[in-house]
């Protein structure tokens, strides 16, 4: 499996939590920075977060202090927290597997997250 799959998105309302999930084969997940991405409608696709894959993470302004992304080296899986989660935040999730001296950059199929205020 090369392709990201990604869990966990729904309907939630503001302030509420939800955590994404997102698997792919070991050995993608051994070479890749993992990040998420969300694409609201009518907008473009836009950075949340991201892990390399020594830990270090970057974040969105948008979304800093309320989200954490997250590595589980033995499950292959990253995560997303989401805490406090505003309506503004309301997109399609995707999950992002990409190694660039490697060449490669991976999507998975997104999952919805709707926040309702």
């Known amino acids: 499996q090369v392709q990201p799959v990604e869990s966990g998105g729904g309907l939630v309302q503001t302030g509420e939590s939800l955590r994404l999930s997102c698997a792919t084969s070991r050995m993608i997940f051994s070479y890749s920075a993992m990040g998420w991405y969300r694409q609201a409608p009518g907008k473009q696709r836009e950075l949340v977060a991201t892990?390399?894959?020594?830990?270090?993470?970057d974040y969105a302004d948008s979304v800093k202090g309320r989200f954490t992304i997250s590595r589980d080296n033995a499950k292959t899986t990253v995560y997303l927290q989401m805490n406090s989660l505003k309506p503004e935040d309301t997109a399609v999730y995707y999950c992002?597997?990409?190694?660039?001296?490697?060449?490669?950059?991976?999507w998975g199929q997104g999952t919805q997250v709707t926040v309702s205020s």
């Open positions: 992002n597997a990409r190694n660039v001296a490697l060449r490669y950059d991976y």
């Open positions: 892990i390399t894959t020594t830990g270090n993470t």
